[in-house]
């Protein structure tokens, strides 16, 4: 061979080793990257529980006063009495929340409710009776305003009635007066003429000064009469306005007490309304109460699973948690649905770490705490709750171009 021919071979051997160094670097490269952004992150999870607990009402009792119609003892003689005041308002609590019964369960498990549907009825007994005390209260408030209203309506034609008399006196008053005036004048002609001769058969001047005289006096005792009505009358009618103006403050406050009688009515009715429970969503019912138990306010009446959404619950690690975002789609398998894949997406993702649960099965057989990751699934046949997935989440690089 000769040195042209070596120099040929040699320069075409670097070249195919450095074109296969470059394919075996790009390989690497494309592995590397391969591992470190895989498209989907491939994690186990469990159906988490969604059941809702609709609980006892917490409604205020009524409580009866057991001292109401009882006597105090009297004392005994020459023990020093001593008055005891009538409890006021706040001094003896007329309602606390205690035990109830549970008078009735319309639904058991594996019943489908309906939101709003009536579920159970605690016993109203005390709470009907309550709402009867109210609105016996009201009717006799308002018996008390109508009553109040008459003695108004009373008084103002009892002023009306003192006005028309006091119009007739004045009226009186102004025509004896005028009488007065007529005979006054009269009676001075007659004086005049009483020392003067008399015709026969002609009436004796003198004889008509007592008759005059006479019926003034008469007038002015009237007119003193008149006087003394008429104050009687004037005293009465400032009695009936100060009546008047007290009944029309007592109409008011029977008026508020009325509106206040009838709130606490709506009041009554409303906890009366509480002794129904109804379902706040659509679902399966779980479990609930046995008709007759009895239960504290806020214990729990029936368990509801929601129909709709369902919850799964993952864990992923730090460097995990920079390859998924909130709104990433989410799949979802189990074997109790084989074949089955449902449609999901992330909606949280924890921002602190907590312990797995040990019964919880995890890929990372070291993974002791975690970031715990939220997905909705829909989907209708969604295993029960504690049922263990397969989760696959949609990662950056499969949204990448």
Same mark, same amino acid.
């Not at 109508?146 to 009373?154: F, P, V």
């Not at 109460?289 to 214990?299: I, K, L, M």
């Given at each position: 061979?000769?040195?042209?021919? &070596? ?7 670097? &070249?195919? /080793? ?13 592995? !590397?990257?391969?591992? /470190? ?22 409604? +205020? *009792?009524?409580? #009866? ?35 109830? &019964? ?41 018996? %008390? ?33 005028? *009488? ?13 003429? #009483? ?9 004796? +001047? ?27 009358? %004037? ?5 009936? !306005? ?29 906890? *009366? ?24 306010? !806020? ?7 929601? #129909? ?17 975002? &909130?709104?990433? @789609? ?28 040990? @019964? ?9 705490? !975690? ?11 969604? +295993? +029960? ?17």
């Amino acid at each position: 061979m000769s040195e042209t021919s &070596r120099i040929v071979a040699l320069s075409t051997g670097l &070249r195919v /080793r450095a074109a296969l160094v470059v394919l075996l670097l790009a390989s690497l490269l494309a592995t !590397g990257c391969a591992t /470190r952004t895989p498209r989907t992150l491939e994690l186990t999870g469990s159906v988490a529980s969604t059941v809702v607990t609709v609980q006892a009402p917490g409604v +205020p *009792q009524p409580v #009866a006063d057991l001292e109401a119609g009882f006597a105090s003892a009297p004392a005994k003689e020459g023990t020093p009495t001593v008055e005891i005041p009538a409890p006021t308002s706040g001094s003896r609590p007329s309602s606390m929340q205690t035990w109830m &019964r549970v008078a009735r369960v319309d639904v058991k498990p594996g019943d489908y409710v309906t939101s709003g549907q009536v579920i159970a009825v605690v016993d109203d007994a005390l709470l009907a009776a309550d709402v009867a005390q109210a609105e016996a209260a009201a009717v006799l408030s308002r018996a %008390n305003l109508d009553a109040a209203g008459l003695r108004s309506r009373e008084t103002s034609e009892g002023m009306a009635e003192i006005d028309a008399k006091r119009s007739e006196i004045a009226t009186q008053t102004a025509e004896l007066q005028l *009488q007065r005036q007529d005979l006054q004048m009269q009676l001075d002609q007659a004086r005049i003429l #009483a020392g003067t001769p008399v015709a026969t058969g002609q009436p004796d +001047p003198a004889d008509k000064v007592a008759e005059l005289e006479k019926a003034i006096a008469e007038i002015d005792d009237a007119l003193v009469k008149l006087g003394e009505a008429l104050a009687d009358l %004037n005293k009465a009618a400032v009695q009936l !306005g100060d009546a008047r103006t007290a009944l029309e403050s007592l109409s008011r406050a029977m008026t508020a007490l009325v509106d206040a009688r009838e709130v606490a009515v709506r009041i009554a009715q409303f906890r *009366q309304s509480q002794a129904t429970v109804k379902s706040p969503v659509a679902g399966v019912v779980v479990s609930a109460v046995a008709p007759g138990a009895v239960v504290a306010p !806020g214990a729990p009446l029936v368990e509801i699973r929601p #129909a709709g959404a369902n919850v799964i619950h993952t864990y992923i690690t730090a460097e995990q948690r920079e390859l998924i975002t &909130r709104g990433a @789609s989410a799949r979802v398998r189990a074997d109790s649905i084989r074949g089955t894949v449902l449609a999901g997406a992330v909606v949280d993702i924890g921002s602190e770490y907590e312990y797995v649960p040990t @019964s919880f099965a995890t890929k990372i057989i070291h993974l002791v705490r !975690g970031l715990k990751v939220t997905i909705i699934v829909y989907g209708n046949r969604v +295993p +029960p709750a504690g049922t263990p997935v397969d989760v696959s989440i949609d990662t950056l690089a499969s949204t990448s171009p």
